[in-house]
């Protein structure tokens, strides 16, 4: 495989795109979803300055790797998403009472105002115990083929059940949240209008409350970032620098593993495939892949992390130990890819990465129902 991933330099699109399956572990996960057929897409421009042959060229290339964001996503897993269930998500995913604390939400390492990430090496949870590893962003992580760096859950609805019950995190049960969300009437009125035709009493319950936060993330997309509105011919989207970036990042062999609609999040790759990062970047305790399918191939294998918006989501990798975009870029390319990157290289592709910066949706934190007599009271250790 090192003989395969040193030729991606040569930048052929067909050979890349052919590695980027050749290279994955068997338990890669399938590709990107594909958009859906009721998603706005970025209309191609009506009136386009004249671009050179040279970006028209590199536009190609690009086009045959990635896709642009979808301006909104109205449907999760072949199924429309209804308002009620967004409405009812968005409570949930600010509501602390989900936690046994009362004081930890999923806007607490996820925060909508940072990007969807909480900006620091690992999250502070339940009675200030710090994660194993720094929090993915929310944002468009509906397009990824699998949740968590290690992909142990296979969407967002069985994803939003891991951070409530572990200890770590909000260290709550199933049984606790259900009896606080069915304490408030506001809670119950709410699930019956996003859950129609369950029986009386019973739309209350663990999975619906994380189908509901699935449909409300589902939402939290960042489209019409430069680098989309490159992708459907916008001439000038892109300076200069960020040409040469993205030219560097597809001729250095990165798409091998960053590529499709979300420029990642669809495959597992060992950290130090070319060569051993770092031991501060790759703690020996955590054996990524390895601890949920003990596959001896699948130690410190990773979920590639997926781009968008990466220059907002710092610090990096999952140990969240390097903060510059630009050392990320060389940490990757040696590590990967065999290549030691000089610095105009390196800062030439984090600036085609701050083409990715997106559009961040607009979400107001909501008024959410008042706690009751029969609502379980915190507990604080």
């Known amino acids: ?66 896709k642009p964001l979808p301006l ?65 962003t929310v944002f468009n992580s509906v397009f990824n083929a699998s949740q968590f760096w290690d992909g142990r859950a296979q969407d967002l609805a069985e994803q939003a059940k891991g951070p409530v019950q572990a200890v770590a995190e909000m260290n709550n049960r199933p049984e606790r ?14 699930f019956e209008a996003a859950f129609p035709g369950m029986a009386p009493g019973s739309a209350v319950s663990f999975d619906n409350t994380a189908r509901a936060l699935e449909a409300f993330e589902a939402t939290l997309i960042t489209p019409d970032a430069p680098f989309d509105r490159f992708l459907v011919g916008e001439a000038g989207a892109l300076d200069a620098r960020q040409k040469r970036g993205l030219d560097l990042f597809i001729g250095n062999g990165c798409v091998a593993c960053h590529a499709g609609i979300n420029l990642g999040g669809q495959s597992f790759f060992k950290f130090g495939v070319i060569k051993p ?61 065999g290549r030691d990157l000089g610095p105009a290289d390196a800062g030439d592709i984090a600036a085609f990465l701050e083409s990715l910066n997106g559009k961040m949706p607009q979400v107001a934190m909501p008024p959410l129902p008042a706690s009751t007599a029969t609502t379980p009271r915190p507990l604080i250790d």
């Open 177 to 190: 949240v259900v009896a606080t969300l069915r304490s408030m009437p506001g809670y119950v009125a709410a």
């Open 277 to 337: 990062p770092d031991p501060r970047l790759l703690p020996a305790a955590d054996q990524g892949r390895f601890a949920i399918t003990h596959v001896e191939s699948d130690r410190h294998v990773f979920r590639t992390a997926p781009l968008r918006n990466v220059a907002l989501t710092a610090p990096y990798f999952h140990a969240g130990q390097v903060w510059d975009l630009r050392e990320a870029v060389r940490i990757m390319a040696m590590t990967q890819l």
């Open 72 to 136: 909104r996503q109205d449907v999760v897993r072949g199924e429309p998403i209804s308002a009620a269930r967004i409405e009812l998500g968005r409570m949930l995913f600010f509501d602390p009472r989900l936690s046994s604390s009362q004081v930890i939400s999923c806007n607490s390492c996820h925060s909508l105002s940072t990007a969807g990430v909480d900006n620091v090496p690992t999250s502070v949870g339940h009675g200030f115990q710090r994660g194993p590893r720094n929090a993915p």
């Open 1 to 66: 495989m090192h003989h395969l991933l040193r030729g991606i330099a040569l930048g052929c699109v067909t050979c890349l795109t052919a590695l980027a399956g050749a290279c994955a572990p068997a338990t890669d996960p399938a590709g990107d979803p594909a958009p859906t057929a009721d998603a706005n897409t970025i209309p191609p421009p009506s009136v386009t300055a004249s671009a050179d042959s040279s970006e028209v060229a590199l536009r190609e290339r690009a086009a045959a790797l990635f």
